[in-house]
């Protein structure tokens, strides 16, 4: 199993632009969580999506950001326009149902300018 | 809500020494819990978890954890520690009722082993 695959792994861009995170979960998984992870705030859940429809978003930090399921094997996190204090480590993890083991894809470090 | 604490942001030992990390948890209800390593640069990785079977569960790498009701503790241990074993150690526990599924993190150890 290629386990959780996220793209692109690093990305850099300057305050403003528009960001878009890619995600694809193991097979056969029907949740997925989007994390992010900061120094000062340590690991976030910010969404999370139980058979591609979100589940509960209250961890989003504002209206620009935005998170779509369109199926069960591939998810985006888009972040419009992007501000620097955005820049982390976004992590996405899958599990075969609510309540199970998640596992984590390598995660994106976001680098906004 | 359920919650974990780690004690301890930074623990420090040598290589053959005892490794604790210590994690409290917080639920109404019997949690489930689980312990993830991050290496330098990479995603999480399970180590192990209980899910009120067994209250020694062992995991990867020789680490294990003990469930204590009574302490409300689940603290990660191994035996003898190597060099490969110098990352950072999440404590996270399962949300239940209207947080079902969702995974809420301790803020993490970080294990330095020296030689």
């Known amino acids: 199993d290629a386990g959780v695959i996220q793209s692109p792994r690093h990305e850099v861009t300057e305050m403003g632009q528009e960001v878009t995170l890619r995600c694809k979960p193991i097979?056969?998984?029907?949740?997925l969580f989007w994390y992010r992870q900061t120094m000062m705030r340590g690991l976030e859940l910010l969404i999370y999506?139980?058979?591609?429809?979100?589940?509960?978003d209250s961890g989003m930090p504002e209206d620009r950001f935005s998170a779509k399921m369109p199926n069960a094997s591939f998810s985006t996190l888009k972040i419009q326009p992007s501000e620097p204090r955005d820049s982390a480590v976004y992590f996405c993890?899958?599990?075969?149902?609510?309540?199970?083991?998640?596992?984590f894809g390598p995660g994106t470090r976001l680098t906004v300018t | 809500a359920q919650s974990v604490t780690q004690l301890g942001s930074h623990v420090s030992v040598s290589e053959g020494a005892l490794v604790l990390l210590r994690c409290n948890y917080s639920?109404?209800?019997?949690?489930?819990l689980f312990w993830y390593v991050q290496y330098p640069n990479q995603g999480l990785q399970l180590l192990l978890k209980?899910?009120?079977?067994?209250?020694l569960v062992k995991g990867i790498n020789g680490f294990e954890a003990e469930f204590k009701k009574s302490e409300t503790s689940f603290h990660l241990t191994k035996p003898s520690a190597h060099m490969s074993d110098a990352a950072e150690y999440f404590c996270a526990v399962i949300g239940v009722g209207t947080s079902y599924g969702k995974l809420t993190f301790g803020q993490g150890t970080i294990l330095t082993v020296h030689p």
């Open positions: 999506f139980n058979n591609n429809v979100p589940i509960d």
């Open positions: 993890a899958s599990s075969q149902e609510r309540g199970r083991v998640q596992y």
């Open positions: 639920s109404s209800v019997p949690p489930y």
């Open positions: 209980y899910t009120s079977a067994a209250t």
């Open positions: 097979s056969g998984h029907n949740s």
